[in-house]
């Protein structure tokens, strides 16, 4: 039996006090390797989820599993401490506990994540573990992180001190003076979330290579022949009901997910449904440009908003709909509910942009368009012929099941780990995380310490 690896996280936002599907994936990934006999500590910033929520008060910790330790960062000062972060690149406030933490922890790997407002580059060399980047926004090119132009358009060209201007943000002297640049030789392997994001960090500039790793799911609880998904006919839209949860709607619908911003593009499909008669458009999320979508939709008795929804919720919806619409019109960096659709079964109408084309493609789960009336008649076929939904809900499963489980990544970003660990020179690491790999490959269980 080999000894536990010990991962150390550090990110700014980790559930409960986060927003949006990255920081769920920081703690979806955290306990995929406990469950492989690791030890994960994860160090996130509490005073800028305070800063950026609604009221002073975060809401109560989640229970993690033994072997998931989560220590939060918090000041009297409060937003001072992010603005601090935001505008030096390092950890003013709790740049001591950081590195006191990191460096007595005898981490094995420490993984950096949405590190903006946690530390910055000045966290980049923090501890002594083999150093890994996970992109999930565009971060390292992008003051905005989104790749959001001037806040109205996808970026092309770089106008970053008028943009970040236009975003109502204080620009970075460090992002000018190579603070930055600098700070990336301590990182061993950077990870982008997809092929194209991958690009566009290289055609902005980003002076290191990438790897490319997928987010994942948990695997599926059994195979995709007796999944509920795949069993579910087309006209599945009748109303249920289940303990805590909502009962489904009434007619056939069509299923928007995610945060209510602006750039997830949801003006382009409100119009869509008041032409579209033949079923109703879902929207599950919250976001700070709700008021106006709900304003814009205030005529069409045939869009409904279901507020925040909890996981078990949404799975149920996403069961329930013909097919999930992706209508971004930013650069995401992947797209976690397109993978979330198709462990339900559920296809996917996604606009042709970002990384969305290379996802959809890769299994055939889906359709692409590109326009309002691309979209109608992407949502007509797959409505009206249920033979060519059904043979996009089998491949959409069985791509979840092979690109974006559990059981499918999580090897592969430990095969990255091992080989950054033996170009740095760290043999027993390498030769641990090979033996665990090939532990758990054939059911073994990896022993775990204790916590300390």
Known sequence: MTRPVRFAMVTTFYPPSSFGGDAIAIQRHARALVRRGHEVTVIHDVDVYRALADGPVGPAPVAEPDG???????????????ILTHQFGRPVVH???????????????????????????????????????????HWLVCPSHVLWRHNREVCTSRECLRCVIRHRRIPQLWRHMGGLTRALEHVDVFVAKSEFSRRKHEEFGFPRPMEVLPYFLDDLEAGPDSHAGQA????????????????????????????????????????????YGDADLLIAGDGTYEATLRRLAADSPRIRFLGRLSSEELRRYYEGAIALIVPSVCYETFGII???????????????????????????????????????????????DASRRKSMSTAALQGFASLWSESAVIPRYLDLVEQAARARGRTELAETLAASRSESASGAAVPRAAEA
């Open 68 to 82: 998931v330790r989560v220590i939060e960062l918090e000041s009297r000062l409060g937003v001072i401490s992010p």
């Open 95 to 137: 740049g001591k506990r950081i590195r006191r933490i990191l460096d007595d922890g005898e981490f094995d790997v420490i993984h950096l994540n949405n590190v903006s407002l946690v530390g910055g580059p000045g966290v980049l060399s923090a501890g002594d573990g083999v150093r890994v980047y996970e992109a999930h926004e």
């Open 232 to 275: 579910r006919a087309n006209e599945a839209h009748a109303s249920q009901a289940g303990d805590g949860a909502r009962g489904l709607h009434e007619r056939p619908y069509f299923l928007f997910a995610g945060r209510l911003e602006k750039i997830k593009g949801l003006d382009d499909v409100l119009p869509v449904f008041r032409e």
């Open 338 to 384: 397109i993978i979330e659709s198709f462990r339900q079964g559920t296809p996917v109408l996604a606009r042709d942009i970002g990384p969305f084309p290379e996802i959809i493609k890769a299994c055939g789960g889906g359709e692409l368009f590109r326009d309002v009336a691309g979209l109608a008649a992407a949502m007509r076929r797959l409505q009206e």
